[in-house]
């Protein structure tokens, strides 16, 4: 059985920055692609960022290009999202997934089969 596991989240102001981390195990990293998402209190869960297999295609939310990146080490068979610039609306539990049914590729919305647990990040002064 595959598991995620997110860390680095925690409290820092406006316009700090942080690196969230999502250590993969059971799955071969490179060959999956790999999401990064978040839910703050009372909103759906919405898309932040993907990177597909063999990084062939990365996206990005509206609301964090430009200032987040997501980036992958194989051979750690883990997961990054730096974030940088933060906002108080970035404010909200972060989450990584894989998804199995879409040949490597990136899925649509949530569609995703393996998630973690998730990180807090909390922006504010």
């Known amino acids: 059985q595959g598991q995620l596991v997110e860390s680095g989240g925690g409290l820092v102001q406006p316009g700090g920055s942080l690196r969230l981390s999502c250590v993969v195990s059971?799955?071969?990293?490179?060959?999956?692609?790999v999401g990064w998402f978040r839910q703050a209190p009372g909103r759906e869960r919405e898309a932040v960022s993907c990177?597909?297999?063999?990084?062939?295609?990365?996206v990005y939310a509206d609301s964090v290009e430009g200032r987040f990146t997501i980036s992958r080490d194989n051979a750690k068979n883990t997961v990054y999202l730096q974030m940088n610039s933060l906002k108080p609306e970035d404010t909200a539990v972060y989450y990584c997934?894989?998804?199995?049914?879409?040949?490597?590729?990136?899925?649509?919305?949530?569609?995703?089969?393996?998630w973690g647990q998730g990180t807090q990040v909390t922006v504010s002064s």
């Open positions: 997934g894989i998804p199995l049914r879409y040949g490597g590729n990136c899925a649509p919305g949530g569609d995703y089969d393996y």
């Open positions: 059971g799955f071969t990293l490179d060959r999956h692609a």
């Open positions: 990177r597909s297999e063999r990084n062939i295609e990365t």
